[in-house]
């Protein structure tokens, strides 16, 4: 799969426009370093992950005011009886975004993604929490990945994430040129309310899964030391 795919298809359909195409194919090479080195600190495959050529807003309901920008998703997909997560990143971070900021965002979706495989491996993954505060889910989110220390060997990285993601993800600065350069120019913007952005497989989807017993055993290790590390935070 061709992750920048979707981007070159919305650039030949005049969707997006030259300037903001030149900048993603540009600093696309800032994901792929991003990716390699997550790998390498966590000596996990990162899954397969594209740029989405839209911007994601996230509201609690269609008539609020309050919004959140969602710059990049873990979506599991089940296809043909096999299951696959995609890491969906949006093409703005990779226009706009800081080095620290794109690789801090790819490390975030690389929990979600091993969260996501450790509570499909113990049938945990029928129905996830539902709600439709910001504030909330931003706790619900910090509280189910795991420890990023217990997953990563790499200083910088998770530097990077702990100024970040204090108690969910913030950048004003991101978030106001994304507003100016994007959004206020009327680019592909997808919008998405909280209680859809969830995971709900079906008992029969689920039993269906096969998994590489060695990557369970890895995901068991780094359980095993998020809680350690926890542990140590609240005593």
Request: aromatic share 10%; proline share 5%.
């Amino acid at each position: 799969m061709d992750p920048l795919i979707r981007c070159k298809e919305s650039h030949l359909l005049g969707i997006i426009p030259d300037k903001e195409y030149e900048q993603i194919l540009k600093r696309f090479s800032i994901v792929v370093e991003g990716i390699n080195r997550i790998e390498k600190a966590s000596g996990i495959k990162y899954p397969v992950a594209y740029v989405e050529p839209s911007i994601v807003v996230s509201s609690p309901s269609p008539n609020s005011f309050e919004f959140g920008i969602l710059f990049a998703r873990t979506i599991p997909i089940m296809f043909d009886d096999t299951f696959q997560v995609v890491i969906q990143i949006s093409a703005p971070l990779v226009a706009y975004g800081l080095k620290g900021t794109i690789h801090a965002i790819l490390a975030h979706e690389f929990l979600h993604y091993i969260e996501l495989v450790r509570k499909i491996s113990k049938m945990d993954l029928l129905s996830d929490e539902i709600s439709g505060n910001l504030f909330e889910n931003v706790f619900a989110d910090e509280t189910r990945l795991f420890e990023p220390r217990a997953v990563f060997k790499d200083r910088t990285l998770l530097d990077h994430i702990t100024r970040r993601f204090p108690s969910g993800f913030r950048d004003y600065k991101l978030e106001d040129k994304v507003i100016k350069y994007w959004i206020d120019k009327n680019l592909p913007k997808t919008n998405v309310s909280l209680d859809t952005n969830t995971v709900k497989l079906s008992v029969n989807s689920l039993s269906k899964i096969k998994l590489d017993p060695r990557f369970l055993k890895k995901i068991d290790d780094l359980e095993q030391k998020s809680a350690k590390i926890r542990k140590k935070k609240i005593y």
